[in-house]
């Protein structure tokens, strides 16, 4: 296939994709090797149909016609969009789980995940995004919302867990979601798990 039609494919992908939507080479991986993916975001960068992020991170931009600028891309779309470059597996942690979940309105200073790959950190414009190491059982045997909770609790602290929050997560969680937080992190820390049996409690 020649490289005008692996444009074509990665371009066909991008315009069909929701605003905000951010993209990594990796994401193009089937259709040509991440060295072509590179070249190709540039020339869409340079016909304004995606923006760069920062290095091998673009995303499909909406224009605020009142602010006269681009909307800027959410910090966890670009956050997760890394971690798939690089193939790890990330949980947002500390005030970032918070956020996320609804427990908090404060937006991070720094946006923080732990995760299985290596210690990095990544800023663009005014936003910063950290990664952290973790061990294993941590995070890759629980399900992407069971390790989310666990570490908005973990955050909190046993003491500021309060029946509000409790019901906050409760009522923010489906069945399948509640049924798989139970199961998922029984060898999470005991009082962690005590609140969790309260908010999977029908």
Known sequence: MGSASYANRIRECIEKASIGTVFVPTDFADIVENSRVSVIFSRLEEEKIIRRVMRGVYYKAEFNEFLQEYVAPLPDKVAHALARNYGWTIV??????????????????????????????????????????TTNKEISKLSYKSALVVQALKALGKESVTDLILN???????????????????????????DIKLICRS
């Not at 399948?176 to 005590?194: F, G, H, Q, R």
């Open 92 to 133: 947002p942690c500390g005030d970032t789980a918070l956020n996320l979940l609804g427990l908090s309105t404060q937006i991070p200073a720094t946006w923080v995940y732990v995760s299985d790959g290596t210690y990095k950190e990544y800023t663009y414009e005014n936003t910063t995004i950290k990664f952290k190491k």
């Open 168 to 194: 906050k997560l409760k009522e923010s969680l489906t069945d399948d979601e509640k049924n798989a937080l139970l199961n998922e992190s029984k060898a999470v820390t005991s009082w962690i798990y005590e």
